[in-house]
């Protein structure tokens, strides 16, 4: 399928900003995984935040693989376990490190909305274990849950997605969601925490 991938760079002082762009894209196609162009965003955003945590030498991100139907990864975070589950359920921290809103009502039955709750679909918390873990139902792409445990002094994050179609797994959803979790990684771990993700300068017509 057509489309086209830019990289511009732009120095900003001790920083640089990289701006990608893709063509032929519509958000409808990436939510709903119907053409291989929904998977290339999550793709090149998983790509971007393993290139600044290369550049940072911080530990790269779980792999996505596309040839399996089994989506899994750990992540180790430097955050005490309580921390971490606080800005995983709080929807203002959990906007800020996603970089993207997200509405979340924490507790079994729940909305866990992605673009807030006025974006009009919500996904539901079908399963909570409050200071521990948390299961969400997005409908056809499975079952999103995520567990927390401590170890050596850190917070290991293990993530599953399961209970979707195994013919048609949803690569898109999986690598955005490690991409994210690549971020909330960086949002505990650096004292100045600034996102890799900017807003989008592009004037909206």
């Not at 797994?169 to 925490?193: C, I, K, M, N």
């Amino acid at each position: 399928m057509e489309t086209t991938t830019e990289f511009t760079l732009e120095p900003e002082g001790d920083a640089t900003i990289l701006t990608l762009r893709q063509s032929h894209f519509d958000f409808a196609e990436a939510m709903s995984g119907s053409t291989i162009r929904g998977v290339l965003q999550t793709y090149w955003a998983l790509a971007i935040a393993n290139l600044a945590a290369h550049l940072e030498g911080r530990q790269l991100l779980p792999r996505t693989d596309f040839t399996s139907a089994d989506l899994r990864g750990e992540l180790l975070i430097a955050a005490p376990l309580a921390k971490v589950y606080e800005s995983l359920t709080d929807s203002a921290q959990a906007s800020a490190w996603f970089g993207y809103p997200i509405g979340i009502e924490p507790w079994i039955g729940g909305r866990y909305a992605m673009g807030g709750f006025e974006s009009g679909y919500a996904a539901k918390v079908v399963d909570l274990e409050p200071g521990r873990r948390m299961s969400i139902d997005w409908g056809p792409t499975g079952v999103t849950t995520w567990e927390l445990a401590e170890s050596q002094g850190r917070t290991k994050l293990t993530f599953v997605q399961s209970g979707f179609d195994e013919q048609n797994p949803p690569y898109a959803a999986w690598s955005g969601t490690v991409a994210g979790f690549g971020e909330l990684v960086r949002f505990h771990e650096l004292p100045d925490w600034r996102p890799i993700w900017l807003p989008d300068p592009t004037p909206v017509s």
